[in-house]
């Protein structure tokens, strides 16, 4: 079946460090939609990327699709205490009529300062 | 103040009893779903719906169930036929099942099955 695999699991850094997650899909994605999880909480909402080789900012998160639509990328620049939290990227595949999301595992991502 | 709700935020139930989960949206969207979260492990799709009075199984709907009776719930019903019912389970919403939209997530509720 479809899969999003999304590494690493885990990661601990030093505040001011960067990070980076990486998912890859097992098929080609209509689009690719970017969420965190903070400790206790729900899933929220980041950025959904559409176009191949699609790369858009927040502040200090860089996200990126890849050129063949299969994988992405989150960068953190400068790694806050507030960034702490699970985040999971979500492929987007249309199948039957709906546009299904099919999750990563995520990556927990633990700032020291 | 628009948004999801889900109740109870805890749930403790004894093995052999069913349990239904609340999920209110007041966001206006058509498409409702249901998710099951385990410790590391991503987001699995239980069932979702497209609109009212319809919906579709996800990929582990096995020993649960739904309904769609209005717009705005959407209760998933954890059956005695689940076989590890204990877990977190989120709902969510989209305007709709056929764009490309995000999904707006409820806080969730942690069941514990002894």
């Known amino acids: 079946g479809q899969q999003v695999m999304q590494i690493p699991q885990y990661q601990h850094v030093q505040e001011g460090e960067d990070f980076t997650t990486y998912c890859n899909s097992s098929t080609t994605l209509s689009n690719i939609q970017w969420y965190k999880q903070r400790p206790g909480g729900h899933p929220v909402f980041l950025i959904q990327?559409?176009?191949?080789?699609e790369v858009k900012k927040q502040k200090r998160l860089t996200f990126q699709f890849g050129e063949a639509k299969k994988n992405s990328s989150l960068h953190i620049t400068a790694t806050q205490t507030t960034d702490v939290g699970t985040y999971f990227c979500?492929?987007?595949?249309?199948?039957?009529?709906?546009?299904?999301?099919?999750f990563g595992a995520g990556t927990r991502l633990a700032v020291h300062p | 103040d628009g948004g999801i709700t889900q109740s109870p935020k805890y749930l403790f139930r004894k093995e052999g009893q069913n349990v239904t989960l609340s999920c209110e949206q007041n966001l206006n969207h058509d498409a409702m779903y249901w998710y099951r979260q385990d410790p590391g492990q991503g987001l699995r799709l239980i069932y979702y719906s497209q609109i009212v009075n319809d919906f579709q199984k996800g990929d582990i709907a096995e020993g649960y169930s739904v309904s769609r009776e209005k717009k705005e719930s959407f209760p998933l019903t954890v059956t005695s036929a689940q076989k590890n019912p204990t877990a977190f389970y989120l709902c969510?919403?989209?305007?709709?099942?056929?764009?490309?939209?995000?999904?707006?997530f409820g806080p969730g509720t942690r069941l514990t099955v002894t």
């Open positions: 969510a919403s989209s305007i709709d099942g056929r764009g490309s939209y995000e999904q707006y």
């Open positions: 979500a492929g987007q595949i249309y199948s039957g009529g709906y546009n299904k999301l099919i």
């Open positions: 990327l559409v176009k191949s080789g």
